[in-house]
């Protein structure tokens, strides 16, 4: 259920309503992944025709040219990811045809349902309308479960996008990270040309938290998203791995020197996965002189920096909603030898609303080994049972 607000309204707060129910989506600059490669996504005149970017990006865009191909890059990274997380989910990150916003208003659903009241000496009828007793908006930017994971992923995404790139030697302005040095605990001696992730953590904080910051630290959702960008990029920091090669006669390892390196961004994907689903509900609470996001349920501890953060339930996403960017279920397939798991039929077809057909399919079988080095397969037909949603 929604949630119901009743509030007396005047001329200012009517003007920021009116604001509210059109809010600038931060995630738009996902829309760069829609972009042929022909066309410059650097440069001045570029930089201010790039429609998903606020005007903050666009300074950004101007001031570090050479580092927006990576941004690029990591709009396309969060797609894939995204999809292959939620392949077996209700919303399984969908995207629309078209347009700047990738995922629909999926990011900003949620509905906060406002009652606002106003007296005639306040607004003429005229001004509204002839009734003028009261007036009902849908504020669609609460934030849900969804809109944490994908901030989370995306601030993610540019990190590691920008730290490969400086890894690579494809940015001026950084390359390895020299500041790891002298010897581990371990016994083992750095060396070698570590991810230098300081350089893309930085960036996706200038580049990503942009939107938010300009919008102010006192609203729910900017602060919202901030947490969840930071736990996106505290992500790759708790997994970074070591990696190390042997000196020594025949491989004998008596000195070793080591690198430390990005985890792959699968694994970045798997552990955000796996807190959305632990995700915590929280509320905008006054605390002193600040604003602070707490769980909505006392009994529930605070959440950890590593914790993604939702201010409002989400939909179901079992039916067709083209407004709300929600293409329904109808249609898709869903693994009906499972009852409880996210993939099972009952569940993404929100009941028992499923159909099984047979269907052909071609796999590669008999596969050999070949000296040297390559496998061969020969193509099978198998005929296999696929459950979809009743339409």
Same mark, same amino acid.
């Given at each position: 259920m929604p949630t119901v607000s009743t509030v007396n309204l005047t001329a200012p707060l009517l003007l920021l309503l009116l604001w509210a129910t059109n809010p600038t989506m931060a995630t738009n600059w996902l829309s760069l992944a829609r972009l042929p490669r022909s066309r410059p996504v650097s440069g001045a005149a570029p930089c201010a025709r790039l429609r998903g970017l606020t005007p903050g990006q666009v300074g950004v865009c101007r001031a570090r040219g050479e580092v927006m191909?990576?941004? %690029?890059?990591?709009?396309?990274m969060v797609i894939e990811e995204c999809q292959h997380q939620f392949r077996n989910r209700r919303w399984n990150c969908s995207t629309t045809?078209?347009?700047?916003? *990738?995922?629909?208003? *999926?990011?900003?659903?949620?509905?906060?349902?406002? /009652?606002?009241?106003?007296?005639?000496?306040?607004f003429p009828a005229d001004t509204l309308s002839n009734s003028y007793s009261c007036i009902l908006f849908s504020i669609l930017n609460s934030g849900t479960r969804e809109a944490a994971f994908v901030h989370a992923l995306s601030s993610a995404a540019v990190a590691v996008a920008v730290t490969r790139a400086c890894t690579r030697g494809e940015l001026e302005r950084c390359g390895c990270d020299r500041k790891v040095r002298g010897v581990s605990p371990e016994g083992f001696q750095w060396s070698g040309c570590s991810?230098?992730?300081?350089?893309?953590?930085?960036?996706?904080?200038?580049? /990503?938290?942009?939107?938010? %910051?300009?919008k102010g630290l006192s609203a729910g959702r900017p602060l919202m998203n901030l947490h969840n960008n930071e736990a996106g990029r505290k992500a790759i920091l708790h997994n970074m791995q070591v990696e190390c090669k042997c000196h020594g006669v025949s491989g004998s390892c008596e000195l070793r020197t080591c690198w430390k390196v990005m985890?792959?961004?699968r694994r970045v994907g798997v552990g955000l996965k796996e807190r959305f689903d632990g995700a915590t509900e929280v509320r905008l609470a006054r605390i002193g002189s600040r604003t602070a996001l707490l769980p909505r349920d006392p009994q529930v501890k605070p959440p950890a920096a590593r914790d993604l953060l939702y201010l409002a339930p989400s939909p179901d996403f079992c039916h067709l909603d083209p407004d709300n960017g929600i293409p329904g279920t109808a249609g898709r397939r869903c693994n009906g030898t499972s %009852?409880?798991?996210?993939?099972? #039929?009952?569940?993404? #077809?929100?009941?028992?609303?499923? %159909?099984?057909?047979?269907?052909? *399919? *071609?796999?590669? #079988?008999?596969?050999?080994?070949?000296?040297?080095c390559s496998v061969r397969c020969q193509q099978c037909k198998n005929t296999v049972t696929i459950h979809t949603c009743r339409v």
């Open positions: 191909e990576s941004v %690029r890059k990591a709009a396309e045809p078209r347009g700047i916003n *990738v995922f629909g208003r *999926v990011m900003n659903q949620g509905t906060v349902i406002i /009652v606002v009241t106003y007296s005639h000496a306040e991810d230098n992730l300081s350089y893309g953590v930085a960036f996706s904080q200038t580049f /990503v938290d942009e939107p938010e %910051r300009a985890p792959p961004f %009852r409880l798991a996210p993939d099972g #039929c009952e569940l993404v #077809c929100c009941g028992p609303g499923y %159909r099984a057909g047979r269907a052909e *399919v *071609v796999q590669r #079988c008999s596969c050999k080994f070949s000296w040297c």
